[in-house]
Structure formats: C-alpha cells, structure tokens
C-alpha cells in the first residue's frame, strides 16, 4: 500500500513537470497597446475613487486621446500672451483706465500728423485755388442774424451767431472762368486756432460756396462766405483761418 503510495505521488509529479514545461511565449505588446491598458486601469480606479467628485464611466479610448498635447499648450501660451499684452490698467482711487506713456505718445503723433495735413502757408488765392482768378478777403462781419436783402433772412440761432467773410475776386486771365467746375469744394473756418465750422448752405447768388456761374475776362465780383459760431467763440477774434478742400487735399490761409 505504501508503495503504491509512493508510485502514484512519483506519477503525479512526473505529469505536472511535463505540463509546467517550455510554453508559448508571453505575449509583446506595443506602446499604444500599454497605453491603452494604463489609461484604463486609471480610469477604472477614478471611477471607484471614494475621493473624486464624478467618476469616469466611459473608460473607452477617444480618437486623438493619446496624441501630443504640445499643440494645445502652445495655443494655451499664445492666449495667455495676448491677454497681457491687452491688460488695461485701472486706477483703484478713480477706477479709470491708466494709459501708459506708449500710448499717449502715439495718440500725440496722430495728433500731430492729421494737423499737419491743414497747413495754413497758402495764400488766399491759392487756398481757394480757382485758375486765373485772385481772391482777397476784404472784411468780416459778426451778427445774430443776415440780411441780405429784402427776400432772404438767416435767422437768429439761440446762443449763436453768424460769422461772414466777404470775398473779392478777379479774372486776371484773358477768357471766362466757369466756376461750375469748382463746385464740389468745401469751406471750412477756424477761429483763434480752434474748432473749425462748415460753411452755411444759402441761396444767395454771391455764395462762393455755391456759385456755379461764370466770371468774364477782367471782371469783378463779391461773393461772401457765411459760418456758425457759439456766442464765446466770437469774442475777442484774434485769428481767423480758412480751409479749403477739393479732391482729398486742405489748403489752409490765415485771415
């Protein structure tokens, strides 16, 4: 009995030494493959984790998953530059936005630049700039209202008044002048340096603003120019400039 024992214990033994022999080899796995598993062993543990406060049902791969995040930082950092290259800056005391000098600077230079397109060196003549034709302002009037005659009436404007220049003008050239081809001109005044005012529209047949006439070789005419200024821009005039614009340029003259 004892041997038989023995036997069966030395056959079992022979059996699972045969069957625990060389096997297959285990299997290798890519990198994708290992960071499929990991990222699912992670998300299965997230998902049980007592401590976080929504788990993650979906432990599934999504397209794109395991791609280089470098572009998203990248674009993380871009955004983030920009913002501090847009941070205004307020005032705690005021709460008003502090500009920095930079920017006074430029502001000044612009400033400076659309000054420069009204320069005021021309004479009157070139200012108005109508071929053979000189122009001179002989005086200007201050009023509340324009009567020019018996028909036409500018009116009073409340806390206004009305500012006219009376022009001459001569044909020096040797054949007629049609004004009709200086038509689209504006007129502009500016007073003591200051804010500079449209002319008024009239139906006067001496408004050079409007006057699409002709003028005769040698001929003479007056023609007035009418504007709108407040009570306290007219007070003490000590400076008067006339801009003149045509086809994208200014042409100014002091008075």
């Known amino acids: 009995m004892k041997n038989n024992r023995i036997l069966f214990l030395t056959s079992v033994l022979c059996f699972s030494l045969l069957a625990t022999g060389c096997g297959e080899a ?5 990198s994708e493959e290992e960071a499929i598993i990991a990222l699912y062993a992670s998300k299965t543990v997230c998902k049980f984790n ?17 791609d280089d995040t470098g572009t998203d930082e990248t674009e993380e950092e871009q955004s983030e530059e920009a913002t501090e290259e847009t941070e205004v800056t307020i005032d705690p005391e005021t709460g008003e936005e502090i500009v920095s000098k930079q920017v006074e600077e430029e502001d000044a230079t612009e400033e400076t630049d659309d000054s420069s397109s009204d320069d005021t060196g021309y004479s009157f003549t070139s200012a108005v700039d109508i071929d053979g ?28 008044k009305y500012l006219i220049l009376y022009i001459d003008a001569e044909n020096t050239s040797g ?3 049609d004004f009709s081809t200086y038509s689209n001109r504006q007129y502009s005044l500016s007073l003591n ?10 139906p006067l047949s001496n408004d050079l603003s ?3 006439g002709k003028l005769a070789a040698g001929e ?11 009570n306290s821009s007219v007070e003490n005039i000590s400076s008067l400039e006339l801009y003149v614009t045509s086809d994208g340029t200014t042409r100014g003259t002091s008075i």
């Open 193 to 202: 340096g200051g804010e500079k005012s449209n002319s008024q529209y009239t």
């Open 26 to 30: 285990l299997y290798s796995m890519t």
């Open 210 to 212: 409007n006057f699409d």
């Open 50 to 66: 007592k401590n976080q406060t929504i788990g993650i049902a979906n432990a599934r791969v999504r397209t794109g998953e395991l």
């Open 220 to 230: 003479t005419k007056s023609f007035i120019l009418v504007f709108l200024f407040s």
């Open 175 to 177: 054949e007629s002048v």
């Open 133 to 160: 034709v000189d122009f001179t302002c002989s005086e200007f009037d201050v009023t509340g209202e324009y009567k020019a005659s018996s028909s036409f009436i500018l009116t009073q404007v409340s806390g206004k």
